[in-house]
Structures are given as structure tokens and as C-alpha cells.
């Protein structure tokens, strides 16, 4: 980690000189070499734990009474790409209107990375579910919009795969599902089942007797493809 150097202007034992830490390690992470003074790494280090320590080393001679002196090694610890970005999220889920228009925002997903500088610069990316490209993804902030038109009687829900990526060497990546629910706007008309019903009933039949049944579907949902039926026009022959 360093080199540390004292020396001693005496001669024979009185210029003996020997290291020691004696502040600044609690978590042992140095030892010194005792004769020649190398600060050496223990143990593993990580800097998101703790990154810069302050060691103390006292350099003493071999006299009686001996003599000592201390000196301060600041130990700064670099950066590794050594930590995955991590969602805010563990999936994200999003509504948006069928008839949303190109650009609306849809929602925002967010990532963080422990690391620092390059090792902490991320990058977003859709890689599956969207193969028609139906919303934009900003690499840099997370904002998803509106890309293409959208219908939800042919597409009611997209489940989508997205990426981040640090700007490490090696980057690191993880994913996260964002499931994006297309809300019904009532853009259909009912249709009947059938473009024309014939029946046939007795004269004089008693009222409220049942002639047919007419039916119709409607594409939409929930409210909106709930239908009552009405006559609207009357004639006979």
C-alpha cells in the first residue's frame, strides 16, 4: 500500500528502527512490516463500506530509553465496478389511455449504483416486449412515453424488459419488468350479431309475448360495452 521510511542519525541498536500501527485500523484491514516499515493490505477492502483511512504508524529505535517518532498515511481506496445498479422498483406498473397521443408519458423508471464516476453513469434500454416500438425509452432518465398509436382491443397490456447498464469496464447489467396496462376509451360501436332478424308470430297474439332476440357485442369494456337496446323506427306490411 506504501512504503514508509525512518531513519535514525545514531549508530548500532540506537539505529534500529521498527514500525508499529497504533491508530486508524480498527477493522485490520494493514499490518506493517515491523524491520523495514512496508504498510501492507490485510484484508479485503471495499469502498462502498469505507474509502479513505487514516493510518498511524510510530517508527521507534532499539535505544534505552527508545526513541520514537509517528507519521499519518492517508489511504485512499479507488473505485471497481463492483456493485449491479439496483431499480427503486422490484417491477413497475403504468396506465396509459388507448388513445394517448405520440409523446404523452407513460411513467418513469430509476436506477441506482453504489459505485462512482463511470461505474455509477447508467444507461436505460427496452429489450423485449415492445417488438412494434410502441414507446420510447430516454436512456438517460427513465421516462418512458408514447411511441405509436395504441389500441387496446388488439393490445391491452404490454409487458416490457428493460436494461440498465453502467458505463463501466466491465459494465454491469440488470433488468426489471415494466408492465404498461392500456386503459379502454369508448371507440367502438355494438355490433349485432346478425345484419338482419326475421320472426314470424300469429295474429292477435297476446302483448309481452316474446317475438326474438336480438344481440350485439361490443369491443370495449367495462362501461363502455354495456348496451341497452331501444326500437328506434317501426313499419308493416
Known amino acids: 500500500v506504501a512504503d514508509v521510511t525512518a531513519t535514525d542519525a ?82 413497475y406498473t403504468f396506465y396509459v389511455s388507448e388513445d394517448a397521443a405520440i409523446s404523452t ?5 430509476s436506477a441506482s449504483d453504489v459505485d462512482i464516476s463511470n461505474n455509477a453513469d447508467l444507461r436505460y434500454t427496452i429489450t423485449d416486449g415492445d417488438p412494434n416500438n410502441q414507446f420510447s425509452l430516454d436512456d438517460t432518465t427513465g421516462d418512458i412515453t408514447v411511441n405509436g398509436a395504441l389500441d387496446r382491443e388488439t393490445t391491452a397490456n404490454y409487458s416490457l424488459t428493460v436494461e440498465v447498464t453502467d458505463l463501466g469496464n466491465p459494465a454491469l447489467q440488470n433488468s426489471v419488468t415494466v408492465l404498461i396496462i392500456v386503459d379502454d376509451v369508448n371507440d367502438n360501436n355494438p355490433i349485432f350479431t346478425q345484419t338482419l332478424y326475421e320472426t314470424e308470430y300469429v295474429e292477435n297474439s297476446n302483448t309481452g309475448l316474446s317475438v326474438l332476440t336480438v344481440t350485439a357485442t361490443d369491443a370495449d369494456k367495462d362501461a363502455n360495452a354495456a348496451i341497452t337496446y331501444s326500437i328506434s323506427n317501426t313499419s308493416s306490411t
Open 105 to 109: 408519458s407513460v411513467g418513469n423508471i
Open 10 to 91: 545514531d549508530s548500532g541498536t540506537n539505529a534500529q528502527v521498527s514500525y508499529t500501527i497504533i491508530d486508524g485500523n480498527s477493522e485490520n484491514k494493514f499490518v506493517v512490516n515491523q524491520a523495514d516499515g512496508p504498510l501492507l493490505l490485510a484484508s479485503t477492502l471495499d469502498r462502498e463500506s469505507n474509502d479513505t483511512y487514516n493510518i498511524t504508524l510510530r517508527a521507534y529505535d532499539g535505544g534505552n530509553p527508545s526513541l520514537s517518532t509517528t507519521v499519518t498515511v492517508y489511504v485512499t481506496v479507488l473505485d471497481v465496478n463492483d456493485n449491479t445498479a439496483a431499480f427503486s422498483d422490484a417491477n
